[in-house]
């Protein structure tokens, strides 16, 4: 699937260091997610922008900053993480906002903090 | 809310083998779709079904909703079929958020 694209697909960080991961979809969707996968854990829904406008914010510490600048690109800026943030965190997109639509994904960033 | 609970949690195969993976549901659901994650993270929609039965070559999906249970089958499994099983699905009660299962992890082996 090269529809969704994510960058860097592998990211180091400490507490203090700010850093950005980014996501591009060239499917011509107007939906753009944000989830993080844990181990043990469900998928975690994130953020959820429509015309990119935020529709969800699943209750997501201050720390994760989503930015939408257009339909095309997405996103989430990252400050003082913890450890426990360390996962895979993961692009999704989709015709239409909600769960009704197909999503693709990208293949995600190894995040881990130290 | 709605409860997915997927089993079995772990399956291990050899190739050439057949499988079933399940999917149960505790509420109605709009939609379920059933994805594959493969070992270097990338997921895949395989099936958008929320009722009846759909194949994609070795492939095929049931959902029968009214008994809130899905089932994936693999036939004549591969080792590029090894990874994460997910199944979502769409509670009627909320048509936004696809709540996920916690997933069935398969391992082929050659």
């Known amino acids: 699937e090269t529809g969704v694209t994510q960058t860097p697909r592998h990211l180091v960080m400490g507490m203090t260091n700010k850093k950005s991961l980014k996501c591009e979809q060239h499917?011509?969707?107007?939906?753009m997610y944000w989830y993080k996968q844990s181990a043990k854990k469900p998928l975690e829904l994130m953020f959820v922008?429509?015309?990119?406008?935020?529709?969800e914010n699943n209750s997501v510490p201050s720390r994760f900053s989503p930015e939408c600048p257009n339909s095309s690109h997405l996103f989430l800026h990252l400050h003082t993480l913890q450890p426990e943030d360390s996962a895979l965190y993961l692009c999704?997109?989709?015709?239409?906002?909600?769960?009704?639509?197909?999503?693709?994904f990208g293949p995600g960033t190894r995040l881990t903090v130290l | 809310g709605i409860q997915v609970e997927q089993s079995p949690p772990d399956l291990i195969l050899q190739e050439g083998a057949n499988s079933t993976l399940r999917c149960n549901f505790s509420?109605?659901?709009?939609?379920l779709q059933w994805f594959h994650q493969n070992p270097w993270g990338q997921l895949i929609n395989l099936f958008y079904?929320?009722?009846?039965?759909k194949q994609n070559g070795r492939l095929s999906a049931t959902t029968v909703a009214t008994e809130r249970y899905s089932l994936l089958y693999i036939s004549s499994s591969q080792t590029t079929d090894s990874g994460v099983y997910f199944c979502a699905v769409l509670n009627a009660g909320n048509n936004r958020k696809l709540i996920w299962g916690l997933g069935t992890s398969l391992a082929v082996n050659p």
């Open positions: 079904i929320p009722s009846g039965t």
């Open positions: 509420d109605s659901v709009n939609n």
């Open positions: 999704a997109s989709s015709p239409r906002w909600g769960g009704q639509d197909t999503q693709y």
């Open positions: 499917l011509g969707h107007n939906a």
């Open positions: 922008y429509n015309f990119k406008e935020q529709t």
